[in-house]
C-alpha cells in the first residue's frame, strides 16, 4: 500500500497543510517563511552590525601602510560577510515568492466562477481543519490566520478592480487584470508576478515584526514562560505596536529587498530591476498604510485582518457562535467611517454572514417545499451568496445520516437555526424525538445536552476528518 493511500487526508488537504507549514510551521528546523524572519531578527542583523563594525575599522587604518595586512583581511571578511548576507537575503525572497505561487495555484482557477470556488474551498479547508475552542486552539489559530488572510486579499482586490474609479497609481496600472479569466496569458502573467504575489506577501507578512526578540520578549516574557496569547496592558500594546510596524518594514526593505537579474540583455534586466522595485514599494506601502491609515491603501490587508480576528480568534473566550462577528464587526465599522464603505461593502459581499467551512444546522423541506419537524447538517462552501445571512452550502445529512452525496443548497434565513426564532419552531417536537435525533447525529451526545437539543450550529471537524468526506466541494447531486 503506497503512503498516499494510507494518508488520512485528501490530496487536495495535503497540499492545504504542507503550506501551511511552509508559511508558519508547528515546529522549527524545516524551514518556512517564519523561521526565516526569526533568523533574519536574531542571527542576520548581528551579522551586519559585525559588517559596520569592520567598515568603521577599516575606514581608521585605510591609509596606513604599516596596517596593509590588516586592512586586507578586514576587507575579504566584508567582502565574505556581504557574500553571506546577500545569499540569505536572495534564499529567503526565493522562498517567499514560491509559497505565495503556491497559494495562487490552489486558489485561483482559469475563469472567475472557478477562481471563487477554489478559494472558498481554500478556506473552507482551513477552517475544517480547526477544532474550535478545543485544546491549544490559539496557537493554531495563529499559525492559519496569514495564510486565511490571504487569500481574502486577493480576492477582495479582484473585486476593487472592478470598479471605475481607482485612486492608486500602481492598482490603476491593472484594471484590466480580469482578462486571466478569459485565458489571457500576458495578463495571467503579468497579474501573478506584479499583483498576486506582492498582495499575497503582504498579507503574509503583514505583522511579521511580532517575531523580533523585541516583540517576543514582551509577548512570551524574558524566560519565555509567559503566555502569549494573554490580555496586554496599554503600555505593552503601544509598545508592542511600534515594535511590530518598526521590524516589520525594516524586514520588507532590507531583508527582502528585490529579487537578482539573471541574464545579460541590458533592456530585459532594466524591465526587470524596475518591475521588481515598484513591485516592493507597493508592498511596503500596502503594509505601511494598514499600520497607519493613511491613504486607505492598506484595507486591503486590513480589512481581511480584522475579519479573521474574529473567525480565528486567539482569545481564551473564543466560540465558533461568535464566528458571524466577524462579518457584522466590518459593517459597523463601515458605518462609523473607520473604513472605506465601498470596499467593506464588497468585502461583506464576498464572505457573507457565515465563514467558509462553518457548520450549519437548518431545517429541511419536502418535496411539497413545506418544512419537515426536524433537522439536517450543512457545511458553508461557496463564497459571494446572494443574500448575506443565506450562506451557499453543501448539504452533508439526510435523515439524520451523515451522506458523502448531499446537494449543494442555499438555506435561508427562515431555516437556519442559527437564528433563534427557527429553533423555536422545533422545540414543538418534544424532548424524546430531538434527544433521538441528536444521538444520530453526534456520537458523543447524552442527556446532559437535552439544554442542547436544537443546536444553533454544528462542528464540522471530526466529520471532515475523514478523507471520503473531504471532497465536498465536488459538484454532484
Same mark, same amino acid.
Request: aromatic letters at 8%; glycine letters at 6%.
Given at each position: 500500500?503506497?503512503?498516499?493511500?494510507?494518508?488520512?487526508?485528501?490530496?487536495?488537504?495535503?497540499?492545504?497543510?504542507?503550506?501551511?507549514?511552509?508559511?508558519?510551521?508547528?515546529?522549527?528546523?524545516?524551514?518556512?517563511?517564519?523561521?526565516?524572519?526569526?533568523?533574519?531578527?536574531?542571527?542576520?542583523?548581528?551579522?551586519?552590525?559585525?559588517?559596520?563594525?569592520?567598515?568603521?575599522?577599516?575606514?581608521?587604518?585605510?591609509?596606513?601602510?604599516?596596517?596593509?595586512?590588516?586592512?586586507?583581511?578586514?576587507?575579504?571578511?566584508?567582502?565574505?560577510?556581504?557574500?553571506?548576507?546577500?545569499?540569505?537575503?536572495?534564499?529567503?525572497?526565493?522562498?517567499?515568492?514560491?509559497?505565495?505561487?503556491?497559494?495562487?495555484?490552489?486558489?485561483?482557477?482559469?475563469?472567475?466562477?472557478?477562481?471563487?470556488?477554489?478559494?472558498?474551498?481554500?478556506?473552507?479547508?482551513?477552517?475544517?481543519?480547526?477544532?474550535?475552542?478545543?485544546?491549544?486552539?490559539?496557537?493554531?489559530? =495563529?499559525?492559519? !490566520?496569514?495564510?486565511? $488572510?490571504?487569500? %481574502?486579499?486577493?480576492? #477582495? +482586490?479582484?473585486?476593487? &478592480?472592478?470598479? *471605475?474609479?481607482?485612486?492608486?497609481?500602481?492598482?490603476?496600472?491593472?484594471?484590466?487584470?480580469?482578462?486571466?479569466?478569459?485565458?489571457? =496569458?500576458?495578463? !495571467?502573467?503579468?497579474? $501573478?508576478?506584479? %499583483?498576486?504575489?506582492? #498582495? +499575497?506577501?503582504?498579507? &503574509?507578512?503583514? *505583522?511579521?515584526?511580532?517575531?523580533?526578540?523585541?516583540?517576543?520578549?514582551?509577548?512570551?516574557?524574558?524566560?519565555?514562560?509567559?503566555?502569549?496569547?494573554?490580555?496586554?496592558?496599554?503600555?505593552?500594546?503601544?509598545?508592542?505596536?511600534?515594535?511590530?510596524?518598526?521590524?516589520?518594514?525594516?524586514?520588507?526593505?532590507?531583508?527582502?529587498?528585490?529579487?537578482?537579474?539573471?541574464?545579460?540583455?541590458?533592456?530585459?534586466?532594466?524591465?526587470?530591476?524596475?518591475a521588481h522595485t515598484e513591485a516592493s514599494e507597493f508592498i511596503q506601502q500596502l503594509v505601511k498604510d494598514a499600520f497607519l491609515s493613511k491613504t486607505g491603501l492598506g484595507e486591503l490587508v486590513k480589512i481581511p485582518q480584522i475579519y479573521v480576528s474574529i473567525v480565528l480568534s486567539t482569545k481564551a473566550d473564543y466560540?465558533?457562535?461568535?464566528?458571524?462577528?466577524?462579518?457584522?464587526?466590518?459593517?459597523?465599522?463601515?458605518?462609523?467611517?473607520?473604513?472605506?464603505?465601498?470596499?467593506?461593502?464588497?468585502?461583506?459581499?464576498?464572505?457573507?454572514?457565515?465563514?467558509?467551512?462553518?457548520?450549519?444546522?437548518?431545517?429541511?423541506?419536502?418535496?411539497?417545499?413545506?418544512?419537515?419537524?426536524?433537522?439536517?447538517?450543512?457545511?458553508?462552501?461557496?463564497?459571494?451568496?446572494?443574500?448575506?445571512?443565506?450562506?451557499?452550502?453543501?448539504?452533508?445529512?439526510?435523515?439524520?445520516?451523515?451522506?458523502?452525496?448531499?446537494?449543494?443548497?442555499?438555506?435561508?434565513?427562515?431555516?437556519?437555526?442559527?437564528?433563534?426564532?427557527?429553533?423555536?419552531?422545533?422545540?414543538?417536537?418534544?424532548?424524546?424525538?430531538?434527544?433521538?435525533?441528536?444521538?444520530?447525529?453526534?456520537?458523543?451526545?447524552?442527556?446532559e445536552s437535552l439544554d442542547d437539543l436544537v443546536p444553533s450550529f454544528w462542528e464540522p471537524h471530526d466529520f471532515f476528518g475523514f478523507k471520503k468526506h473531504q471532497n465536498i466541494w465536488a459538484k454532484n447531486t
Open positions: 500500500m503506497s503512503s498516499q493511500s494510507q494518508n488520512p487526508d485528501n490530496i487536495y488537504t495535503q497540499q492545504v497543510k504542507q503550506l501551511l507549514s511552509l508559511v508558519y510551521p508547528k515546529e522549527t528546523g524545516f524551514g518556512s517563511i517564519f523561521e526565516d524572519a526569526r533568523h533574519y531578527f536574531t542571527l542576520t542583523t548581528t551579522l551586519e552590525q559585525h559588517t559596520t563594525d569592520l567598515k568603521e575599522q577599516l575606514l581608521k587604518i585605510k591609509d596606513k601602510k604599516d596596517k596593509e595586512v590588516l586592512a586586507s583581511q578586514l576587507a575579504k571578511q566584508i567582502k565574505n560577510n556581504n557574500e553571506k548576507l546577500e545569499e540569505e537575503r536572495l534564499a529567503r525572497l526565493e522562498r517567499l515568492e514560491a509559497v505565495c505561487t503556491k497559494v495562487i495555484k490552489l486558489c485561483e482557477g482559469e475563469t472567475w466562477a472557478e477562481t471563487q470556488q477554489l478559494s472558498a474551498k481554500f478556506l473552507g479547508t482551513l477552517m475544517l481543519l480547526t477544532r474550535g475552542a478545543d485544546g491549544n486552539f490559539a496557537k493554531v489559530h =495563529q499559525r492559519y !490566520k496569514p495564510i486565511y $488572510k490571504a487569500v %481574502l486579499t486577493l480576492r #477582495l +482586490t479582484d473585486r476593487l &478592480l472592478d470598479h *471605475d474609479t481607482i485612486a492608486h497609481s500602481y492598482l490603476s496600472k491593472y484594471r484590466e487584470a480580469i482578462s486571466r479569466f478569459r485565458n489571457d =496569458q500576458y495578463w !495571467k502573467d503579468k497579474w $501573478k508576478t506584479e %499583483l498576486g504575489v506582492p #498582495l +499575497t506577501a503582504a498579507a &503574509l507578512l503583514q *505583522d511579521i515584526g511580532l517575531q523580533s526578540p523585541a516583540a517576543l520578549t514582551i509577548l512570551k516574557g524574558k524566560d519565555g514562560d509567559l503566555d502569549e496569547f494573554r490580555l496586554l496592558d496599554e503600555e505593552q500594546r503601544k509598545n508592542l505596536l511600534k515594535i511590530n510596524y518598526h521590524f516589520t518594514m525594516k524586514y520588507l526593505s532590507d531583508g527582502l529587498g528585490i529579487p537578482k537579474y539573471t541574464g545579460n540583455i541590458r533592456e530585459e534586466r532594466d524591465r526587470f530591476i524596475k466560540t465558533r457562535l461568535d464566528l458571524p462577528k466577524g462579518y457584522l464587526l466590518i459593517e459597523q465599522l463601515a458605518k462609523k467611517g473607520s473604513l472605506n464603505k465601498n470596499l467593506a461593502q464588497d468585502f461583506m459581499n464576498l464572505v457573507g454572514y457565515f465563514p467558509q467551512g462553518f457548520g450549519v444546522a437548518f431545517i429541511p423541506r419536502n418535496e411539497k417545499g413545506e418544512e419537515k419537524n426536524q433537522f439536517e447538517y450543512a457545511i458553508v462552501t461557496g463564497l459571494n451568496p446572494a443574500k448575506p445571512a443565506e450562506p451557499i452550502c453543501k448539504v452533508v445529512t439526510r435523515n439524520q445520516n451523515f451522506v458523502n452525496s448531499g446537494a449543494q443548497e442555499v438555506i435561508e434565513k427562515s431555516r437556519n437555526l442559527y437564528f433563534p426564532a427557527n429553533r423555536k419552531k422545533l422545540m414543538r417536537l418534544g424532548e424524546a424525538r430531538l434527544s433521538e435525533i441528536m444521538s444520530q447525529l453526534s456520537s458523543n451526545f447524552s442527556q
